[in-house]
């Protein structure tokens, strides 16, 4: 017994310090061959995937739920810094915002309306009054928010046609991102929790389209498929043009022996390191001592054993609901760091695929349950997505340079894209099947 | 006169597409409930499984198409659509066989299953992307109307058109085959009842002596069945496009939801519940209304929702269900 466990515990030593390894070797092997924009510009993206994966863990690894919808809160997260840190337009507020905003009221008074009457109506009066409140409701929120709409939307729509912001510092969007992740996550979560775990994956699922498809339609909330541009940058990280054009800048990166245009974009991409690395660094401190405390243990009771913890006092659905709305605000946050990071929102471009479901590669792979397991998860596979693209039409010229060129050849060229999906699911896959716990599994 | 057209304009726009789409979403959602009944977890995989068995029956049409096959006013694709449903199962039990089948042995939780589907979507989506490629196909061959809006118009004299499409009619009539036979399977066969048993409980089922491999087998290959044609007729009517049936699956669990998981009966209403609501809500009612209420002037487009927002429809759905019947219309399983 004794002796499993000391070779148990020097696998796990020796997983650490391979991954400890790898993860550097890879980055520097990257710095080599593409150059330090190339490597930082991933090492950024890993970051903020391992954060995202920190995020899923939270809900996976200790608590067993299964969210399909991540790609939904990383957008709600995104639309943050469109709030927060974009100019208000010139005159949309008192155009049409005011309407809109009272709209919005009126809808959650309406639904709130609905949910009291739906508890103190008797009986069956309830099945008549409920929808008879929510049709009103909505028919009044049309009344007041179409006409707002329009006329947030007619201001100079080429360039605005949309509120804007409130023009504060970017940011500050970081916790609202995930404040309003949290939200949706809340009623969710209160909804679908506490039923057949399999209902909570496909509202998320629901919840996920949903957010997405108002973020790509509502024009006047986030310009939906004409983009939000030129969101600013969070604090400590300045302009490359603004840095190229500072005398003082340009003797220090001479004297480094570097091009200004290098050395400025360089230095842009190290301080977003330094920002999305301390971010990282403080949630795997709160995610680590939440682990170990009791309130982690009776997480982890909770999810190897819904009964016995029941049983022993534990409220289930409760935890549970808390648990979800931590992770989805994480996502939100991560949403919202990618978003000033780009500097740009797309709202069509949250694919589920890339924003759902590789993130659960990420957590699998690294270990669910273990906090450092998702970081390199995140880390790795995002390396791994981004070199498939250019490893895909490579192997592709391997295997059919010695093939006639014709249709086949052709159709199997262009076909190369798609192996990224096709190695991700078998990666899924095969860890769930032979190495369920992961590259560094939870002691 | 104005209450004829209003019934026409209504036929048109509403009953006879939402018919047609209610027809696939049941198919669709007759094989997410057999599965979830037999290997009780929810398949995530059935929308890509479906986009497969429509590459398929495409590229089999095509072929054809080549041999100069045809079935006259019929879409030469329904001739197509065995071949695509027998390559369809030999991929789901392969599939089965290789992944699902493990974790039956270890008595897998269900969550843990449901995320295996999530690795097998991934995988068929590829494989699906490899075979046809991401773009936008139409294959729908032979007569393109059964009633065609000017012919309706000029028999009728009336101002609304009625538009009657080959293919939703195809639909209707294969979705009412394929419903009746699963339901004499079902009912009256041996393996039929059998696979209710092992629904209904599998430790009895197992003591009174079925094989479980079978009843596995059949449910994939029923379930085969069903999402191939569901896809098949789904891309007939509309087009087909890879992605477009991981969208499905969002009405398609609402409606298996909404009818009850595991019960078939229910997965069928629910189907058509969805379709009409889906259609009803995103329809602009201006038409109908102006025929229907003399001297009424419509302001805006009486349209509750715009298209994009049509699946908002069925999450809305799924919400109610879950809030106050989570066991569905037709009491489906466990909560």
């Not at chain 1, 190339?38 to 899923?56: H, Q, W």
């Not at chain 1, 915002?97 to 009221?105: E, P």
């Not at chain 1, 729509?157 to 940011?171: D, I, K």
């Not at chain 1, 006639?404 to 192996?419: E, F, I, Q, R, T």
Request: proline letters at 4%.
């Amino acid at each position: 017994m004794s002796g499993n466990r000391t070779s148990a515990s020097q696998n796990m030593g020796l997983r650490y310090t391979l991954v400890a390894l790898v993860l550097p070797a890879l980055f520097i092997i990257e710095w080599i061959n593409g150059g330090p924009n190339a490597a930082l510009g991933i090492l950024n993206m890993g970051l903020i995937s391992a954060i995202l994966a920190l995020g899923v863990n939270l809900q996976w690894g200790y608590a067993g739920l299964f969210n399909v919808g991540i790609v939904g809160f990383i957008a709600l997260g995104g639309l943050a810094p469109v709030l927060v840190a974009m100019p208000p337009t010139e005159g949309a507020m008192s155009a049409g915002g005011g309407r809109i905003a009272l709209a919005l009221l009126a809808g959650i008074a309406a639904i709130a309306l609905a949910i009291a009457v739906n508890r103190k109506a008797p009986g069956k009066t309830r099945i008549i009054a409920v929808p008879t409140v929510l049709i009103a409701g909505f028919a009044i929120f049309r009344m007041i928010f179409d006409p707002g709409v329009e006329a947030v939307q007619a201001i100079n729509p080429s360039a605005t046609g949309f509120l804007g912001g409130m023009g504060l510092p970017t940011l500050l969007a970081w916790p609202l991102g995930a404040a309003l992740a949290a939200g949706a996550a809340w009623a969710i979560g209160k909804t679908a929790l506490g039923l057949r775990s399999d209902y909570l994956a496909i509202a998320t699922l629901g919840i996920g389209e949903i957010i997405v498809a108002v973020l790509k339609n509502e024009e006047w909330l986030s310009r939906g498929v004409m983009n939000v541009n030129g969101i600013p940058r969070p604090w400590p990280v300045p302009y490359e043009i603004d840095i190229q054009a500072d005398a003082a800048f340009i003797e220090r990166a001479a004297g480094l022996g570097l091009d200004p245009v290098t050395a400025s974009t360089v230095l842009v991409k190290l301080l977003y390191t330094g920002l999305f690395g301390a971010v990282l660094l403080a949630l795997i401190w709160l995610s680590q001592r939440a682990l170990n405390s009791p309130w982690g243990r009776m997480m982890r009771a909770i999810r190897d054993n819904e009964i016995s913890a029941a049983a022993m006092g534990k409220d289930v659905t409760r935890r549970h609901l808390q648990i979800f709305i931590l992770g989805s605000a994480v996502c939100g946050l991560a949403g919202a760091m990618l978003i000033s990071l780009d500097g740009q929102m797309i709202p069509s471009g949250y694919n589920p695929l890339r924003y759902t479901f590789l993130i659960w590669v990420m957590v699998i792979v690294g270990g669910s349950g273990n906090n450092w397991g998702s970081v390199v998860g995140g880390v790795l596979i995002w390396y791994l997505w981004i070199k498939a693209e250019v490893w895909g039409p490579q192997i592709m010229d391997l295997v059919t340079a010695s093939m006639p060129p014709g249709d086949l050849k052709s159709h199997l060229l262009d076909s190369a894209a798609h192996m990224r999906l096709l190695v991700m699911g078998l990666v899924l896959i095969l860890m769930l099947r032979f190495s369920p716990s992961g590259l560094l599994p939870e002691r | 006169m104005d209450f004829l057209n209003a019934l026409v304009a209504l036929t048109n726009y509403i009953i006879i597409p939402a018919s047609t789409y209610g027809a696939q979403l049941a198919l669709g959602a007759l094989g997410v409930t057999l599965i979830y009944g037999i290997l009780r977890f929810s398949n995530f995989a059935h929308g890509d499984t479906m986009a497969f068995g429509t590459g398929l029956a495409i590229i089999v049409t095509w072929g054809l198409q080549a041999m100069g096959v045809s079935l006259g006013p019929l879409p030469t694709a329904m001739l197509a659509l065995p071949f695509a449903i027998a390559g369809t199962a030999v991929l789901v039990l392969v599939t089965d066989r290789l992944v699902y089948a493990h974790y039956r042995r270890v008595k897998a939780k269900p969550v843990t299953l449901v995320m295996v589907s999530v690795g097998v979507m991934f995988v068929m989506n590829a494989v699906t992307r490899f075979m046809i490629g991401v773009d936008d196909i139409k294959f729908a061959d032979g007569a393109r109307f059964v009633i065609s809006a000017r012919g309706f118009k000029e028999a009728t004299g009336l101002a609304e058109p009625l538009a009657f499409r080959t293919t939703q009619l195809l639909t209707l009539v294969t979705a009412a085959i394929m419903v009746a036979a699963l339901f004499w399977f079902l009912n009256r066969t041996r393996t039929g009842k059998s696979m209710r048993a092992f629904s209904d409980n599998e430790d009895l089922a197992l003591l009174s002596g079925i094989n479980p491999n079978q009843v596995v087998r059949v449910t994939w290959i029923i379930a085969a069945g069903l999402a191939v044609t569901a896809g098949t007729l789904y891309g007939l009517d509309k087009s087909f496009k890879a992605f477009n049936y991981f969208h499905l699956l969002l009405p398609i669990f609402a409606a298996a939801i909404l009818g009850g998981l595991g019960s078939p009966l229910g997965a069928i209403a629910g189907g058509f519940i969805i379709a009409f609501s889906e259609v009803g809500v995103t329809y602009a009612w201006k038409k109908v209304a102006t025929y229907m209420i003399p001297g009424f002037e419509a302001e805006g487009l009486l349209q509750l929702l715009s298209t994009e927002y049509k699946f908002a429809v069925s999450f809305v759905i799924l919400i109610a269900v879950l809030l106050f019947k989570p066991t569905g219309l037709f009491k489906g399983k466990a909560v």
